[in-house]
Each structure stands twice: as C-alpha cells, then as structure tokens.
C-alpha cells in the first residue's frame, strides 16, 4: 500500500504549471487531496481516490478517482464560489487480472484521455460524430 504524500498534477495552461495537492484526510485506503493556494476551502480544488477491495460478495475490487474544481467568482469584492467542475472514473478489477491486464487498463484510459478526439469532447464541448 502506498503512503500518502504529496500529489503533484500540471494544470491545463497553455504552459504547465505544477499544482501540489496536499492530503488533507487518509481513511481506510481512501485519500482526498487538496490545492490550498486560494485559502478558502470551499474554493479547495481536490482530488479523491478510493479503493474498495473485492469480497466474498463481489469478487472484483473497485476504485474510484474524482477530480472537484470549483470556480470562484467575485462579488462587491468577496470571493465566493460560482460553480464546480466534477470528473469520475471508476476502474472495476476482478481479483483475478494480472498486474499486465491492470497496467494495460491503466494506460489505455490514461492515454485515450489524451487523445485530440477525447480532449476536444471535454476541452470544446463537442460531440463525436
């Protein structure tokens, strides 16, 4: 089991920038991450992974990664929260692949997100046609 750290992503910019997202809570193998450059917490963008491991109910084991991003905006000079961005994805591992098959899994979703057909549904707000 990994310990909990730091976790550092590179933000969206036309010129990266590195964001450190610190722990803020750790329970159970369940971790949420913070970016508390804004100071406010409402306006904390965070990052959420949790794993659920397979039982003798359900032979797979499931994690779950979300991304919050609240945008703030301001108001007579106080800033307060305008909307939140969610994002989601949610592996299901039956307990009998191989660490190939969850690499594989892994690289795929992580590859296919970068991929100009993917990133201009998200990024442009476009269907696929």
């Known amino acids: 089991m990994p310990a909990v750290d730091n976790l550092t992503v590179n933000d969206g910019a036309a010129t990266p920038v590195a964001v450190t997202f610190h722990p803020e809570s750790v329970s159970g193998g ?12 409402a306006l904390m963008p ?20 979300r991304v919050n991003y609240p945008v703030k905006k301001t108001v007579d000079g106080v800033e307060m929260l305008d909307k939140i961005l969610r994002s989601e994805t949610n592996f299901v591992l039956p307990d009998g692949a191989t660490t190939q098959e969850r690499k594989d899994l892994l ?10 057909l993917i990133k201009s549904v998200v990024e442009d707000v476009l269907p696929i046609y």
């Open 107 to 116: 690289a795929f979703h992580v590859n296919a997100l970068s991929n100009a």
């Open 46 to 65: 965070r990052i959420i992974v949790q794993f659920s491991p397979a039982s003798a109910n359900r032979p797979s084991n499931r994690v779950s990664f």
């Open 30 to 41: 369940n971790a949420t991450f913070r970016d508390d450059r804004n100071g406010i917490s």
